[in-house]
């Protein structure tokens, strides 16, 4: 059994590791609110689709009933209502829903997404696609903040040293060079 004494003392000597994942903690918790997926099967035609909700935000209509609504109006359909399993096991295409269809019930095709021009400076910037990404970013925050720390910390240090010299040589000098 371990000590309170050398939990802190594991505590300490990982700043960085613990750092790391408060920021991974962070940074999935706000990205997971951005998109959302369903599996939805339709009747009357039958068809089965993989709903994807973009840029979901909290507030309006449920996220699964704005992403059936949208199928059934679009796709014609008589009634379609959610599957069971995940989205992986969803053998149907992908059918975009953006957030603001929860007003107008359209539904972007996968190819009419992609054909959209973005702008590259807003893709640096966006959220990540896919758990690498996130990964990736993660890791290149934290190394920039570790290169921060150290620069901060030697500029401290010689701050420190300059003091500690100036106040010898005050000493030294018996107060006349201060």
């Known amino acids: 059994m371990r000590s309170t004494a050398h939990i802190?003392?594991?505590?300490?000597?990982?700043?960085?590791?613990?750092?790391?994942?408060?920021?991974?903690a962070c940074v999935i918790?706000?990205?997971?609110?951005?998109?959302?997926?369903?599996?939805?099967?339709?009747t009357?035609?039958?068809?089965?689709?993989?709903?994807v909700i973009e840029n979901a935000r909290p507030g309006g209509q449920s996220l699964t009933r704005l992403c059936l609504t949208a199928l059934t109006k679009d796709?014609?359909?008589?009634?379609?209502?959610?599957?069971?399993?995940?989205?992986?096991?969803?053998?149907g295409p992908i059918k975009r829903v953006p957030w603001t269809?929860?007003?107008?019930?359209?539904?972007?095709?996968?190819?009419?997404?992609d054909a959209a021009p973005s702008k590259p400076d807003a893709d640096a910037k966006s959220?990540?696609?896919?758990?690498?990404?996130?990964?990736?970013?993660?890791?290149?925050?934290?190394?920039?903040?570790?290169?921060?720390?150290k620069q901060q910390s030697q500029s401290t240090g010689q701050a420190i040293g300059n003091a500690t010299k100036k106040t010898w040589e005050c000493m030294f000098s018996l107060f006349f060079r201060c």
């Open 8 to 24: 802190a003392a594991i505590a300490k000597e990982k700043p960085l590791a613990l750092a790391s994942l408060g920021l991974c």
């Open 44 to 51: 009357e035609p039958t068809a089965v689709y993989r709903c």
């Open 101 to 113: 269809a929860q007003e107008t019930g359209r539904v972007l095709d996968p190819a009419a997404a």
């Open 127 to 149: 959220e990540p696609k896919t758990m690498v990404d996130l990964a990736k970013r993660a890791n290149e925050n934290l190394q920039k903040a570790g290169e921060d720390a």
């Open 75 to 91: 796709g014609g359909h008589a009634s379609c209502s959610l599957k069971g399993g995940t989205v992986f096991d969803c053998n």
């Open 29 to 42: 918790g706000l990205g997971a609110a951005s998109g959302q997926e369903y599996c939805v099967a339709c």
